[in-house]
């Protein structure tokens, strides 16, 4: 069985609404204020997380309750909070089966935790919820992202990335050949650090500051890594890498053009390349997807399991799909990388 994206949204501050946007936009329920103390509560990582993930139920008739599964993938935590699972307070946030027990005739427990490893984290994820979805102790894993800054308030200047965030709703598909085929991943420790981080306890403003420094020739050396990764997952998939369009990171920027290069591709196969620039790490690979779907010639097909329920389609206005296989290719410090190759539903 594949495992498919069912949906995907994402989510990003509008600087033109007065202190972001307001409760009912952003998930929270009147009166329930969990996790605003957090950073900020209309601009924050959990914000984000939740409203994207409300866009991307929106697109379909899954109701949070049958959601087996919430992974957290972003690396930046509302007020650098360490416990609880961030995943916990987006799950109480949408409302994802807080007492299964009681609150449905047919119990369904939802799992939620983090998983955190930079650019790579979403494909990480996804490779967990194949797992799962490939078992069918479950019917949908969501996925949920961030790079909003830690603080409260906007963010200090020098902050690489701005505030947003993403979420994929991932379900089974028994039509063969289509979905994500398995998730590859690289390190490469040759010629030590590419990106590290480090904290200066000494320093005044420690520890609510980290230190980034990156190797003169990190952005080549990561490509490179990427780029020997994609030509290896498409080899074993048996797929001509002329034919895949990319979806690749792009922080440091520049990134994503030169792992193209090292692919011998032309600046067009990689997707992102025309898209609204939004600086995105974790995000990323959602960001990348969702405007693949809108730039792509033909509309996108539902899930298997929605079309033997009849469940009509509920794609926005204009959603496109990509035709062709995707690669999704994600890369940053180590340096290391993840990819893999996307095969959407054939168009019902």
Known sequence: MGVVITAAAVSAHSAGSAGGADSAANGERPGDRSGARYGDADNGSIAHCVRAARDCLAQTDVAPGRIGMLIHTGVYRDGNLMEPAMAALVQHRLGINPDYARDTARPVPTVSFDMANGACGVLDAVAVAQAFLAADPIAYALIVTADAHPGSGPPPPGFPY?????????TGSDLPGTGFGPVRTALTADGGWAVEGYCDLSAPDAPGAVDVRSAPDAVERIAACAAELALRTVDEAGVG???VRVIASDSPPGLGARTVRRLGLPPHALVTQDAPRLRAHTAAPVIGYVHARRTAPARPARSSRAVRAGVPSTDPPGAQAPTGPLLFLTAGAG?????ALYFPEPSA
């Open 335 to 339: 340096p290391s990388a993840a990819c």
């Open 162 to 170: 701005d505030n947003c965030g993403g979420a994929l709703l991932l």
């Open 241 to 243: 890498i002329e034919t």
